[in-house]
């Protein structure tokens, strides 16, 4: 599904060029679940929008679906975010201004869908992550936890294969977080691939496998044998 | 994305921010609403101006005097009271030729009144005149021959001037002074079709010249005012009579110049059309300044928004849909502003033109150009941000602020 070899990414030039990426090779199989850890500042976040099609990679080759990314143009980079790729952010990044059901509906927008079916399947969704009588609120009037439900609702708009989550218990309490690993394991039981970034063993116990970070380099890999 | 949700989108982005979208749609109204309305103005000015002037006397009008323009006079060798008659008959250009003997404030009394004088211009020629300047008689009878052969003591005056004299009487048969000479009444004119000398409130009274100038103690006639036999015999009548002028004034050393009203419609023309130009490119600049404006306002848009545009670009919108949005939302303000503006432009127009008494010349090209122009100021000073909001990448954005 994933293959990434010899990924680097540097930022800035010259004497305050930084190394964010340091040669990251890695195969993520169909239907995988990652977790990814590591200090701050050891280049998980970069990893995971390179592999989101946020940015693209200093070197180093990057295939989804055996298709080379890197050779990709913006157009076709935007058409994988829209309809293979579902990001789900730290701090959520919903659009205030609108309510729940439109920002679930934005990525249908972008990809075209007809009006009428792009209701029913934002619809859908949020009924899906339990957000059935919230769909005419602002994300403001929602707590952190139902902000994020929406926002992997969004996520999961266009059906994509692959979910990438940068911390997306990181702004939430337990409590919370394990309803959201509840959905995260629900993904996975639909065979889509995760990738997810988390700071607490306890988030990173739900993966199948999970990569540790340093410096911009994986320093080590665990197989979670016993899946919750 | 279709048109629809582009609208929308578009709709909804300058909702969340209503007070710079008005602002900006302001900006713009107030550039259109000028331009219209100095254009339409201008416009206006320079219809009632032409038409005052054709008003003025017949088309196939022409004049003859010395060169005024280059400071020359006329003294009383300059024209003789032969010169009409002779150049009516040696040129077959000229149907009509009046000399005049101007008396441009001559004070107007009646005998024995209380009553302040009143100002007028007094205008000393012969019959000819009636079809020169387009007179009409409304009442008795105008110049004629014999009262000039006559050096008769007779007045014709203009509806105004009865009017203010003889508010109840008729004039006819009736003795004013004028310069305290009593002379008779003998016909009144039609109103003035043209309301500019009403306006200004001249008034004018006509005598046989050759009464005229004992009266005023000159010779010098000033002008001689012509009627072509037809509009293109004009510069024939003009050349003609300066060639006759010339060979019997050889002595004078003069120059006559001839101007036909075509030829002062032409320089009217060119005047107010300078004008209405210069003051349209004042108002042009403030469209320019307004778009600025827009520009102003779409780049803070873009980079308080590049959080927003980096988010929309991580769920999939492409470079085009960005640029489209932002395109969208600077043409919606200006085409917004536009239609304010032209609105306000068009009253103004009108009011202007009501107060000032002429019509309201509303070109529909003018409105089309300046709602063209506000498109075009759109995408121009939209283009820019759009374009920079919509290069960034995705992650870029995203760690914006
Ligand atoms: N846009 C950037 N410009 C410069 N340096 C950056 C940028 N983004 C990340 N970095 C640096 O790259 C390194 C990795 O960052 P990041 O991937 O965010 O780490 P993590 O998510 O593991 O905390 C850090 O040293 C960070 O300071
Ligand atoms: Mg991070």
């Known amino acids: 599904m994933i293959r990434v070899v010899g990924l680097t990414k540097v930022f800035g030039s010259g004497d305050a060029a ?4 340091r040669g990251v090779t890695l195969d993520i199989p169909e239907g995988d679940f990652v977790a990814i850890m590591g200090p701050s500042g050891s280049g998980k976040s970069t990893f995971l929008s390179i592999l989101g099609c946020l940015e693209r990679p200093t070197t180093g080759e990057y295939y989804l679906n055996d298709r080379d990314v890197n050779s990709m143009e913006d157009d076709e980079l935007a058409d994988l975010r829209n309809r293979r790729l579902g990001f789900v952010f730290q701090s959520y990044n919903l659009l205030p201004r609108h309510d729940v059901l439109r920002n679930v509906e934005i990525p249908l927008v972008y990809g075209g869908a007809p009006r009428g079916e792009r209701r029913e399947r934002a619809e859908m969704l949020l009924n899906q992550v339990g957000l059935g009588h919230r769909l005419t609120h602002k994300p403001a009037e929602l707590s952190g936890g139902e902000q994020q439900r929406v926002a992997i609702a969004r996520s999961l708009a266009n059906d994509p294969l692959v979910i990438l989550a940068d911390e997306p218990t990181g702004n939430l309490d337990t409590k919370a977080s394990k309803e959201i690993m509840g959905i995260f394991q629900k993904m996975h039981k639909e065979n889509r691939t995760i990738v997810l970034v988390t700071h607490e063993p306890y988030i990173a116990a739900y993966a199948k496998r999970v990569l540790y970070f340093r410096d911009g380099e994986i320093v ?6 016993e899946l919750r | 994305m279709n048109f629809a949700d582009l609208a929308q989108i578009v709709w909804e982005n300058l909702r969340a921010h209503r007070m710079r979208a008005v602002l900006t749609t302001i900006g713009i109204a107030i550039g259109i609403a000028g331009v219209i309305a100095v254009v339409a103005v201008g416009q206006g000015g320079q219809a009632v101006i032409i038409s005052e002037i054709e008003k003025m006397g017949s088309s196939r009008y022409f004049e003859v005097g010395p060169d005024y323009m280059k400071g020359e006079t006329a003294d009383s060798n300059t024209f003789s009271l032969q010169d009409p008659v002779l150049i009516k008959e040696l040129s077959p250009a000229v149907e009509k030729m009046a000399p ?7 004070d107007i009394r009646l005998p024995h009144s209380q009553q302040k004088s009143m100002m007028a211009s007094l205008y000393g020629t012969t019959p000819d005149i009636i079809d020169a300047m387009n007179l009409t008689i409304e009442k008795g009878r105008f110049l004629s021959n014999s009262d000039v ?3 008769a003591r007779v007045v014709v005056i203009d509806a105004g001037l009865a009017e203010d004299l003889f508010p109840k009487d008729d004039p006819l048969g009736k003795k004013v002074f004028v310069q305290d000479t009593p002379l008779t009444v003998i016909g009144v004119l039609e109103k003035a079709p043209s ?3 009403d306006t200004f409130n001249v008034r004018s009274v006509y005598t046989p010249i050759t009464f005229a100038q004992e009266m005023l103690n000159t010779r010098v006639i000033s002008t001689l005012c012509g009627v072509a036999v037809s509009d293109d015999a004009i510069s024939q009548a003009i050349s003609d009579s300066v060639k006759i002028l010339e ?16 030829e002062q419609l032409d320089m009217v023309g060119n005047v107010t059309s300078v004008l209405t130009t210069i003051i349209g490119a004042v108002a042009g600049i403030a469209l320019l300044v307004g778009g600025v404006g827009v520009m102003n306002i779409m780049l803070v848009a873009v980079s308080e928004r590049t959080r927003e545009i980096g988010l929309l670009k991580a769920l999939g919108a492409r470079r085009r849909d960005i640029m489209q949005q932002f395109l ?3 043409i919606a303000l200006c085409l917004l502003g536009g239609l304010i503006g032209m609105i306000f432009g068009i009253g103004g127009a009108f009011v202007i033109a009501l107060a000032a008494n002429w019509p309201p010349l509303i070109s529909i090209w003018t409105v089309l150009v300046a709602m063209g122009f506000s498109v075009v ?3 121009f000073f939209g283009l820019y941000p759009a374009s920079r909001a919509a290069s960034l990448s995705p992650a870029e954005a995203l760690r914006h602020l």
């Open chain 1, 220 to 225: 080590r890999e665990e197989a979670n044998d």
């Open chain 2, 100 to 106: 005049l003997t101007l008396g441009p404030m001559v």
């Open chain 2, 247 to 262: 060979k019997r004034h050889a002595s004078t050393s003069k120059h006559y110049v001839g101007n036909s009203l075509e």
């Open chain 1, 18 to 21: 930084v190394e964010a990426l």
């Open chain 2, 195 to 197: 309301s500019m000398m």
């Open chain 2, 377 to 379: 100021i759109g995408v």
């Open chain 2, 149 to 151: 052969t006559a050096h």
């Open chain 2, 328 to 330: 969208g939302e600077a």
